[in-house]
């Protein structure tokens, strides 16, 4: 055990967010015993869609713990906008979720003002969610920012996450993150990014020392989807098709995603930085469907579009050359994981 009788596993997204880490949280929280789960980056630009016991949830802020009575936090490298939050809570309890005493907020997590919102409810140069998420973040590092023990509706929902969760005994936490490595701020394609850490880094910036972290869980999809302003999806209509067939439309905004084959250097890349352990490609059955077997491979080729693709003949060529490439890295066979579930890994 890490000091303090810390450990944590992290789960990170290695595309461009939406590639199902709310089902993996809610797997990992459901499989794994985890005394707290904590999100630790974004705000309510997130949506992370969630089937609990078959009716279908979609999280903003709050992490999956919450769905097994597992203490759920939203840690200093979040935003919090208190209105969505309070949404939240009351779409959850509405649904059956018991939220009292279970959903905490670090003291010192910045939040999202109404300001915020309305500077980013204009923008049209990165197609952000409009939910106020880089204004609140540029505040929060120009130290004119708002945290939320200022604010007096989230009174009841603060801890002092180090006294009160990090220096307890046998801790074992399940970091949830937001968005992905394609949207990170330092590591995707800038300026078409988001505000913050979507790394294992990330993660850490939130009081988990690095020695406590275990398994890191890199979540991809057997493609890839990007919403934003920029032009992402190649010409073809088999792109569409995956599109309808994946129903890749935004769980937060309801914008049609751009969609793509999976990219290996930026996945390669992901698993690197994030030193990736176990990963999921969801999405299996989309491709199936579709009857398309294919990848972006061209170590050369720029991250903004185009690439060489290569096509395999059938789904078992296609996870032979995953996983061949993979074991290049110290991702064993045994910890990749193909899903075509909604609700399991
Ligand atoms: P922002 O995070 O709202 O500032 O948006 C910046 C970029 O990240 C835009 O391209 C958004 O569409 C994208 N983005 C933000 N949150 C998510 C998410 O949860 N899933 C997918 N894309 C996201
Ligand atoms: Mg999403």
New binding site residues.
Partial sequence: MAKGGISADVIVDLQ???CGKGKVAHHLARSKKYTHVLRYN?GC???HTIFHKGKKFVTHHIPAGVFFGIPSIIGPGCVVDPLAFKREIRSLESGGIKTKGMVFIARNTHTITAAHRAE?GVDKK??????G??PAYRDKYGRTGVRADKVAALKPYLIDLPKEVLDKKNVRILAEG???FG?DIDWGDYP????SHCTVGGAVLNGIPASAVREVWGIAKMYET????KKFQPKGDIFNKIGDVGEEF?S??G?RRQTNWMNMQLLEKAIRINGVTHIVFNKVDVLRAVGAWAVIDSPRAKSRGGGKVKKFASEKEMKAFIAKRLATLGVKKSNIFFSESKERI
């Fill in positions: 461009y967010g939406d974004g630009n997130a949506g980013d990165i197609g952000t969610t409009r939910r998420n880089g937001a968005q992905g949207l078409f990014v988001t505000s990007y919403v934003g302003a935004g937060t905004t914008r």
